[in-house]
């Protein structure tokens, strides 16, 4: 009898599955790191951030000679939010994998299920307590979920090179907006003098019009003028205010910090690095886009291998035992102990098409993927020869015109000198002193460029300058 309901309470659990089963959390069988991974993490282990202050080349950023700069790089590094969301991705790419680990596994459930039974015939009911455990396990003979680990493991190391690429992506951000602040800094500077000089002609037209010397038409033209400067005034200040709220997002601060960004003079900050007029491929094949676009090739190469092996029969091993007594200080002994150990292959003789499907579109990914890694290399070459041919030009763009400009201040000494000889007037002095003033502006802009231009071509090589 005491077999009878044995076998049915296995009957009962296996089928019905009616007895509450604890599953043993995978992360808690074992405290230490899959052996896969423990030579990862032991050479890996982060105990600071000085990894991520490698990633963007720090030395290089020192060429610009401005502890500003270099002071909101770090913070960008340490409060950036996209920065935040990268790495939090390398965790969560990590813990699929070692999930993904699992499945080669032993799976264990234990659980405990009591009952009460009613034999037929009888008018008793009988309280049973039963503790079954099931072990299962698949043997990964044609390592089908060998493959499948290693598939999502490129997924993470794909991550790792993600979190480079963004971190290489906020620097060069915080790089060219803050001088961009600068730019528009000195601009602005430039602008308020050429309003000042507008509203004095202005005034001067209106005094040479009151005594008949100026045409009412002069004056209006003057007017325009002094607005028209007002109005570039105002656009130019509200665009440094937005740069200076993207500058707040970039280093993890409120927008409403905007007053509070310091930042040093165009006129002093001077770039003293050495920007190479030609790039090694070794150089651009280090890009991690580059890397990723390989690691993405070799997941696709794997995924392939998958579904060609899902043609393959699954072999399983199982086994459980159920402890049954009908008092619970009896419960685990040997007499209550029912065990069974059994294996099984399965094949999938028809699914439909569902796994020819699968091969075709593993391989047709395949195939856009190393689509994509060729696009992803020549688009690399494209933007480090970009990068060389706007620093060249920018250079030879800078350099004419600061020539134009110090033709221009020459011009404005020899009329000075006139206007001291008693030749021009004043007004005419103050127009010429605008030429000075516009070219002053062009040459801030100019300088910025180049600059910019340098930090392109930082980008372009992913940081290896």
């Not at 790495?87 to 299920?113: C, D, I, M, W």
Request: overall charge positive; some cysteine; glycine content about 4%.
């Amino acid at each position: 009898m005491k077999k009878v309901i044995t076998t049915a309470l296995l009957a009962g659990f296996i089928t019905m599955n009616i007895a509450p089963v604890f599953a043993i959390d995978e992360a808690k069988k074992s405290s230490a790191t899959p052996k896969e991974f423990k030579s990862y993490v032991k050479k890996n282990k982060k105990t600071s951030d000085d990894y991520k202050y490698n990633y963007i080349n720090t030395a290089w950023w020192q060429n610009f000679n401005d502890p500003i700069l270099n002071s909101y790089i770090t913070k960008a590094i340490q409060n950036n939010h996209d920065l935040k969301m990268a790495t939090l991705a390398v965790e969560e790419y990590y813990q699929q994998t070692r999930s993904s680990l699992s499945n080669e596994l032993p799976k264990v459930n234990v659980g405990f299920a009591p009952n009460v039974v009613k034999m037929p015939g009888s008018v008793d009911h009988h309280g049973m307590y039963a503790a079954p455990a099931i072990a299962q396990y698949e043997i990964d003979l044609f390592l089908k979920n060998r493959d499948k680990t290693k598939s999502v493991k490129k997924l993470w190391e794909g991550s790792k090179l993600d979190e480079r690429s963004a971190y290489i992506s906020v620097a060069s951000a915080v790089g060219t907006t803050y001088l961009n602040i600068l730019k528009l800094d000195k601009i602005i500077e430039i602008q308020e003098e050429i309003v000042k000089d507008r509203k004095e002609i202005y005034d001067l037209m209106l005094l040479r019009h009151k005594e008949g010397l100026t045409s009412t038409a002069d004056t209006v033209r003057a007017n325009k003028a002094y607005v028209s400067g007002n109005t570039d005034l105002i656009e130019l200040k509200k665009q440094r205010e937005k740069v200076l709220h993207q500058m707040c997002v970039l280093i993890g601060e409120s927008p409403e910090n905007a007053d509070t960004i310091a930042r040093s003079s165009l006129d002093n900050l001077e770039f003293t690095g050495v920007i190479p007029s030609e790039i090694a491929s070794e150089v651009i094949v280090q890009r991690p886009d580059y890397l990723k676009a390989e690691k993405m090739v070799e997941k696709a190469g794997i995924d392939v291998r998958v579904a060609k092996k899902e043609f393959l029969p699954s072999i399983s091993l199982t086994g459980l035992a159920l402890f049954n007594a009908g008092n619970f200080s009896n419960i685990f002994t040997s007499k209550g102990m029912l065990s069974a150990l059994g294996g099984s292959v399965m094949y999938p003789l028809f699914t439909g098409g569902s796994r020819f499907a699968n091969l075709k579109i593993r391989k047709a990914a395949y195939e856009r993927i190393l689509q994509n890694y060729y696009k992803t290399n020549l688009t690399a070459i494209q933007e480090v020869n970009d990068s060389l041919v706007s620093i060249k030009m920018d250079t030879e763009k800078l350099e004419q015109t600061k020539k134009q400009a110090s033709l221009e201040k020459a011009d404005f000494g020899y009329n000075e000198q006139r206007y001291e000889q008693g030749t021009i007037s004043k007004l005419d002095l103050i127009q010429v002193r605008e030429n000075v003033l516009v070219m002053d502006k062009l040459l801030a802009s100019n300088k910025v460029e180049c600059l910019v231009d340098y930090i392109g071509l930082y980008k372009a090589v992913g940081s290896k300058l």
